[in-house]
Structure formats: structure tokens, C-alpha cells
């Protein structure tokens, strides 16, 4: 369904990702993860359109993002860390809004704005002011815009930032009922998120791809914390079961 090729991304001198390579299946989701610029948001922005490379393709369902944007940006949903809210409009209109931007038909925006107040558990507050809703209702919302045109793919910038407990629980489950039938690529700091959630990993650090895998291979002899050291850092991680078995 994605396939990223030899992408690289310069801001004037400063190289953001280099040579960036790898594949998402359809239906599977995918944990982006990396150290704080590694390149992660560079990388998801290209990857939906919102930003240009310099060299390199990616391709979503067979469509070239540079060759065919408008194919691509039909079956990409994207919610940035900062969701993309008006927060002194209603969860309907806004979302009512979004759709028109999206060029759904007039005939079918309710039927597909009434579908993702229920998929995202917002069908009791779509007259509330946005502004007015908790962070974790509003994450909703923004998981609603990114949905509302029912994409094939799902491109998630740290979805659970700052949420409480109970609210990252929510939006966790969320996400895995949104997989399946579609893509998701999923960018969190958070290792227990993406070993419940992701089948598959790509470890970004210095902008380069630093491994990719299945989160079952990768994990098959040590926990997902050691393995984002071996790939981040130089720390010797076969020492840690060692360390771990003498402080327990």
C-alpha cells in the first residue's frame, strides 16, 4: 500500500531525512519511531503531501504523491501532533467543513459525517464547541477530520501525546479498530504503545533508516526498549537482562 524510495528532505544546508527507504502492507500498522529529530515528522509530512522532497518517490496504492498528489492525498488521512482544529466551530460543522474540503458530495456528507461521529465516540457532542472539549474528546475530532473522507491509509503523528491514562486507552483502541482495512502508519515516543499496537517497526535515527522489521523478529530475543537502544545508541544492550536480573 506505501512504498517509500531513496526519499531526502533538505532545509538548506541542514539534510532532515537521507535516503529514507521502506514498506507498509495493506492493512498493517506501522510504528515509526526515533529519537527527537530523527526525522520522523519530515518524513510522515512528505509522505502525505504536505511538504516536498528533494529526491525520491513514495507511492500509496500505486500512485506517485509528486506524479499524481490529488490520487494520493484522496486516500491519505493525516493527523499531525497538533490536530488541525477550529476550536470556535461545532463538531459538525467543523467536520462538515472538512469534508466539503475533502470534494465529498453534498448528497453523501452526512451520511459520512454522521460515520465518524460514531466510529470516533463523538455522536454526543457533535453540537459542542470544539474549544470547549477535553484534549482527549478533541483528539477524537481530529482522528474524525482525518477520517471523514474513509482513507485507505492512516499517517498518525504522536495520536496519544499528552492525553491522560484513560484517554490513552481510548484512543489506543481506536486505532486498532481503524486498522485492518486500512494503513496506518503510527509516530510515537511511546514503546509499550507500539509494542500493543504495531506489527511492524521502523527505527529512524540522524535521518536515516536505521532498521526495519517485524515487531516479532525484532523482538524475538530482547524487549523493544533494548532494540530502540541498539539502533539509537551505542550502549552495549546484551548487558541490561544481566543488570535487570541483579536489581530485581
Known amino acids: 500500500m506505501i512504498e517509500v524510495r531513496n526519499l531526502t528532505k533538505r532545509y538548506g544546508d541542514v539534510i532532515a531525512i537521507r ?3 521502506f514498506t507498509a502492507a495493506s492493512g498493517q500498522i ?3 519511531l526515533g529519537p527527537n529529530g ?3 515528522t519530515t518524513t510522515m509530512r512528505v509522505i502525505t503531501g504536505f511538504v516536498p522532497a528533494t529526491s525520491g518517490t513514495v507511492k500509496v496504492a500505486g500512485y506517485d504523491i509528486f506524479d499524481d498528489s490529488f490520487e494520493v492525498r484522496k486516500r491519505i488521512g493525516y493527523l499531525p ?3 488541525p482544529l477550529y476550536n470556535d466551530m461545532t ?3 467543523y467536520l462538515r467543513f472538512v469534508g466539503r474540503i ?3 458530495a453534498k448528497a453523501e456528507l452526512g451520511d459520512s459525517v454522521d460515520r465518524v461521529l ?4 463523538l455522536a454526543e457532542v ?8 477535553s484534549k482527549g474528546f478533541r483528539q477524537r475530532v481530529g482522528l474524525a477530520q482525518a477520517l471523514v473522507h474513509n482513507p485507505g491509509v492512516l499517517v498518525l503523528d504522536e495520536p496519544t501525546l499528552g492525553l491522560d491514562p484513560r484517554q490513552i486507552i481510548e484512543i489506543r483502541r481506536l486505532i486498532q479498530e481503524l486498522s485492518g482495512e486500512r494503513t496506518v502508519i503510527l509516530s510515537t515516543h511511546i514503546l509499550p504503545e507500539v509494542t500493543q499496537l504495531c506489527e511492524k517497526v521502523v527505527i529512524i535515527n540522524e535521518g536515516r533508516i536505521a532498521v526495519e522489521d517485524t515487531l516479532a523478529n525484532l523482538t524475538q530475543d530482547m524487549a523493544l526498549e533494548q532494540v530502540f537502544l541498539r539502533y539509537i545508541t551505542k550502549e552495549q544492550v546484551e548487558e541490561r537482562p544481566v543488570l535487570e536480573e541483579a536489581t530485581a
Open 91 to 93: 463538531v459538525m460543522a
Open 118 to 121: 460514531r466510529t470516533c465516540g
Open 126 to 133: 457533535p453540537d459542542r464547541v470544539i474549544g470547549h472539549l
Open 81 to 83: 501532533e497538533s490536530p
Open 19 to 21: 535516503d529514507i527507504s
Open 102 to 104: 475533502r470534494g465529498i
Open 38 to 40: 530523527a526525522g520522523k
Open 30 to 32: 506501522l510504528g515509526l
